[in-house]
């Protein structure tokens, strides 16, 4: 809740600000978006925004930019449901030796606490042969260290057909010459494998390090919490790493 009042200290601050650049556009977007009561507000109390859009039609900026500038009024495209993985869309890098390399979006975990199933959708991954080809141009270039992202990428793969392991893509991109380092995250504890930790033990490439989440020391808040694994399971994963 104090992330959105942010938010929307942020969007009162611009209004001041586009009074004296009525050629500037704000757009917001992201997570919050995805709630039809935060765009109902921001309709209603901060109409010198131009446009709204949610997190799963990101792909569709440029257009909706366009669009903007087109109209006279604020444009709202926020889509309730996620389509499919869009691949190819350029990126500009902030570092130039590491990258972070999304390979999975949204969550199928519901933990009691979190909206990201909401707010970004279903669990989606992305294929294979799309991560290698993407982190083997990076690596053409000057990259030699990325980061493998996903909201829980321990479960990467269940989504595709035929199914695959977190650990099968881990030991594929090991293959690819040039790159020095792999690193992951985030885990979640309840689909760690023992395939996994072989893969960690066994790439040299993988970074001797896990982003492991506790949330909790006591079984019974892990519950409420509804993170499926409990106290004694957590500990005795860490004794086999």
């Not at 942010?6 to 601050?13: F, T």
């Not at 309840?190 to 492991?212: G, P, V, Y």
Request: proline share 2%.
């Amino acid at each position: 809740e104090s992330a959105e009042f942010k938010v929307y200290g942020n969007l009162g601050h611009l209004k001041s600000i586009k009074k004296k650049n009525p050629d500037m556009i704000i757009a917001v977007c992201g997570c919050m978006m995805q709630q039809s009561s935060v765009v109902d507000l921001i309709k209603k109390k901060y109409n010198h925004v131009d446009l709204i859009f949610g997190t799963h039609n990101l792909h569709n900026f440029p257009q909706l930019l366009e669009n903007c500038k087109q109209s006279d009024s604020m444009l709202v495209e926020v889509w309730e449901e996620e389509g499919e993985i869009v691949e190819g869309i350029p990126a500009i890098r902030k570092y130039d030796l590491k990258a972070f390399v999304n390979i999975m979006y949204g969550c199928n975990n519901f933990c009691t606490y979190c909206i990201v199933p909401y707010t970004r959708g279903r669990e989606r991954s992305r294929s294979k042969s799309e991560i290698v080809s993407e982190i083997s141009k990076l690596v053409t270039g000057s990259t030699k260290e990325i980061t493998l992202l996903g909201q829980n990428v321990n479960s990467y793969g269940k989504t595709l057909e035929p199914n695959i392991e977190f650990a099968d893509l881990l030991i594929e991109i090991n293959r690819i010459e040039g790159l020095e380092r792999i690193c992951f995250m985030t885990s979640h504890l309840k689909d760690i494998s023992i395939r996994l930790i072989e893969a960690m033990r066994d790439c040299d490439k993988i970074c001797e390090h896990i982003h492991l989440p506790v949330q909790s020391g006591s079984t019974k808040i892990l519950k409420l919490m509804n993170r499926d694994y409990t106290k004694a399971q957590y500990l005795e994963l860490i004794e086999v790493f």
